[in-house]
Structure formats: C-alpha cells, structure tokens
C-alpha cells in the first residue's frame, strides 16, 4: 500500500470543534507545531481522515488545508526546511492505523 505525506492544519473556532479536531488528526500523524502535522496516509486513510474531519468541524466557519508533499521517501522528506529549533520529521512509514 503506498502512502503520501500530506502537511494537515487546521484553523478551528469554537474550542471544544478543536479539540475534537485535534484528536482526529493526532490519531492519523505526528505533530510539527500547533496545529499543523505531519500525515503519512493510503488513499483509504485519507478519505477517512477527511470524512471524521467534516464530522467534527462546521464547515462554514472552519478551516482544514491538506498539503500533498508526495513519497515520504523523497520531497516528503527534503522540502522542509526550520529556522530555529527544528522538529523531527516521522520515520518513513508513517502511522500505522488499526
């Protein structure tokens, strides 16, 4: 099964949607600042991921951005780029989700 690595953040306005955001993404990938993760995911767990998030957000108001960084073996890896204290990136192989 491939996977991708996908960048998730998220800009929630009622703090009880965000929670209920947060642990959607936490349970599918690493955290890289507040807000934002790091997804190793199929194109099954993306559609998962995606179908949680619409449950626990009001789609008016809120905002989730999924950014396709492509093979975690390649530009996964390489396109990031810190300044400052730099938070390490997920082995490649992402989450596993049972």
Request: glycine fraction near 8%; aromatic fraction near 8%.
């Amino acid at each position: 099964m491939s996977r991708r690595r996908y960048v998730v953040a998220y800009d929630i306005r009622s703090p009880d949607r965000l929670r209920r955001v947060h642990d959607v993404v936490e349970a599918h990938g690493y955290m890289l600042q507040y807000s934002v993760y790091i997804c190793d995911l199929s194109d099954v767990e993306k559609i998962g991921l995606k179908s949680q998030l619409r449950d626990q957000m009001n789609q008016t108001v809120d905002s989730v951005v999924l950014i396709d960084l492509g093979d975690p073996d390649r530009r996964g890896s390489e396109c990031f780029e810190f300044i400052g204290s730099r938070t390490p990136l997920p082995s490649v192989g992402g989450a596993t989700i049972i």
